[in-house]
């Protein structure tokens, strides 16, 4: 209830704000109303979890409100402020992103609560479909025993606030470098070490940097995506067995009529408050359009080691088809196979679902 109200007050205090009349000399604002709903029906049948049977069927949904308030000045500049709530019950927090952002020729630059540079140029891979086997899915029911919900989005300093400049589009062509100076909460990066408001504090990050670029071309029948990024944190102060963090992509898709497929490699090192953690993560995906229809698939694989010992090693198949049968409306089915060798678990889970865009 509490999310609720707040999230109601938000949304009439814009709408307020947007009737409210503008004098003849002002620039007027434009607010933008946004966002989605999607509900799951979810099958899994996995290992147990300590000799207990896991829930085997199960209903999921993830919503969101999406506001956008904005003004075109006449020097040329717009100024806006964005934000995004998070509507369901289940949810730990009301606000998931908010920022300022300010626009123009010479390109964006966002401050606030917002993805970093490397997450907002990154490219994925084709998928099945994006709310299980995307870039950062939303619906899940695999227990870690069997791996957990995998993605593999560069978004190591999370909702941090953080400032972000962005170039125009050129030839194609984008790049963007993003600051996160104190990194909080439990997604502060992605070995979940939170950083604080003071300094010297043994194993935790400070300074996040991310510097990404991205090139989207067509060339006769073929159209071309390319991306990279790269984000590192500096340890407060040194601890034994821990290092800075340094994590990077690289990715490709391939479009070609109706037929697309992409690859995509992530490596993070270092962060780790008790040894040197690295993780690699390989993400292929294809995918067939006609009409209103899609089908696709996916494979997955993500391997960790700490202090050079395997601590986790999943590989994840997933294919499934998408039906648009409105305009932001699409019905969604697919299968995923999930296979732990560290704990010798696995899992298949099969969803049918639905999502509304407005």
Same mark, same amino acid.
């Given at each position: 209830?509490?999310n609720?109200?707040?999230?109601?007050? @938000?949304l009439?205090g814009?709408? !307020?704000?947007?009737?409210a009349?503008?004098?003849?000399d002002?620039?007027?604002l434009?607010?933008g #109303?946004g966002?989605?709903?999607?509900?799951?029906?979810?099958?899994?049948?996995?290992?147990?979890?300590?000799?207990?049977?896991?829930?085997? !069927?199960?209903?999921r949904?993830?919503?969101?409100?999406? #506001?956008?308030?904005?003004?075109?000045? $006449?020097?040329?500049?717009? @100024?806006?402020?964005?934000?995004?709530?998070?509507?369901?019950r289940g949810?730990d %927090?009301?606000?998931?992103?908010?920022?300022?952002?300010?626009?123009?020729?010479?390109?964006?630059?966002n #401050?606030?609560?917002?993805?970093?540079?490397?997450?907002?140029?990154q490219?994925?891979a084709p998928?099945?479909?994006d709310? =299980?086997?995307?870039?950062?899915?939303?619906?899940?029911? !695999?227990?870690a025993?069997?791996?957990?919900t995998l993605?593999?989005?560069? +978004?190591?300093?999370?909702?941090?606030?953080?400032l972000?400049?962005?170039?125009?589009v !050129?030839?194609?062509?984008?790049?963007?470098?993003?600051?996160?100076?104190?990194?909080?909460g439990? $997604?502060?990066?992605?070995?979940? =070490?939170?950083?604080a408001?003071?300094?010297?504090?043994?194993?935790?990050?400070?300074?996040?940097?991310?510097?990404?670029?991205?090139?989207?071309?067509?060339?006769?029948?073929?159209?071309?995506?390319?991306?990279?990024?790269?984000?590192?944190?500096?340890?407060e102060?040194?601890?034994?067995g821990?290092?800075?963090?340094? %994590?990077?992509n690289v990715?490709?898709?391939?479009?070609?009529?109706a037929?697309?497929?992409?690859?995509?490699?992530?490596?993070?090192?270092?962060?780790?408050a008790?040894a040197?953690?690295?993780?690699?993560?390989?993400v292929?995906?294809? +995918?067939?359009?006609?009409?209103?229809?899609?089908?696709? @698939?996916?494979y997955?694989?993500?391997?960790?080691?700490?202090?050079?010992?395997?601590?986790?090693?999943?590989?994840?198949w997933?294919?499934?088809?998408?039906?648009?049968?409105?305009?932001?409306?699409?019905?969604?089915? @697919?299968?995923?196979?999930q296979?732990?060798?560290?704990?010798?678990? $696995?899992?298949?889970?099969?969803?049918?679902?639905?999502?509304?865009e407005f």
């Amino acid at each position: 209830m509490k999310n609720i109200l707040m999230s109601t007050a @938000a949304l009439a205090g814009l709408a !307020f704000i947007a009737a409210a009349p503008a004098r003849a000399d002002e620039p007027a604002l434009q607010l933008g #109303l946004g966002g989605y709903i999607s509900g799951y029906a979810v099958y899994t049948d996995q290992d147990e979890t300590a000799g207990v049977e896991n829930k085997k !069927f199960d209903l999921r949904k993830d919503t969101e409100v999406h #506001l956008n308030g904005e003004v075109a000045l $006449d020097n040329g500049i717009t @100024a806006g402020a964005h934000l995004e709530l998070l509507m369901d019950r289940g949810d730990d %927090q009301t606000v998931e992103e908010s920022y300022l952002y300010l626009s123009s020729s010479w390109g964006r630059v966002n #401050l606030g609560e917002e993805d970093g540079i490397a997450y907002l140029l990154q490219v994925g891979a084709p998928s099945a479909d994006d709310k =299980i086997d995307g870039i950062r899915p939303d619906i899940g029911t !695999f227990t870690a025993l069997n791996g957990g919900t995998l993605d593999y989005a560069q +978004d190591p300093f999370g909702y941090s606030n953080k400032l972000t400049y962005i170039t125009p589009v !050129f030839n194609g062509f984008q790049a963007g470098v993003s600051f996160t100076p104190t990194l909080t909460g439990a $997604d502060a990066n992605a070995n979940g =070490i939170a950083g604080a408001a003071v300094s010297n504090n043994p194993g935790e990050l400070e300074n996040g940097w991310e510097v990404a670029a991205r090139y989207e071309g067509s060339f006769d029948a073929i159209d071309l995506a390319l991306g990279a990024g790269y984000s590192s944190a500096d340890l407060e102060e040194e601890l034994a067995g821990s290092d800075d963090f340094d %994590q990077w992509n690289v990715g490709a898709n391939l479009g070609w009529g109706a037929f697309g497929i992409g690859a995509i490699y992530l490596d993070s090192e270092g962060g780790a408050a008790a040894a040197d953690v690295e993780s690699d993560t390989w993400v292929a995906g294809i +995918d067939y359009t006609t009409g209103p229809y899609k089908i696709g @698939a996916s494979y997955l694989n993500t391997e960790t080691e700490a202090g050079g010992v395997t601590t986790a090693d999943a590989d994840r198949w997933t294919a499934g088809a998408i039906y648009e049968w409105g305009p932001g409306m699409t019905f969604r089915g @697919a299968v995923q196979f999930q296979d732990n060798d560290t704990t010798d678990s $696995d899992g298949t889970q099969v969803t049918l679902g639905t999502q509304l865009e407005f």
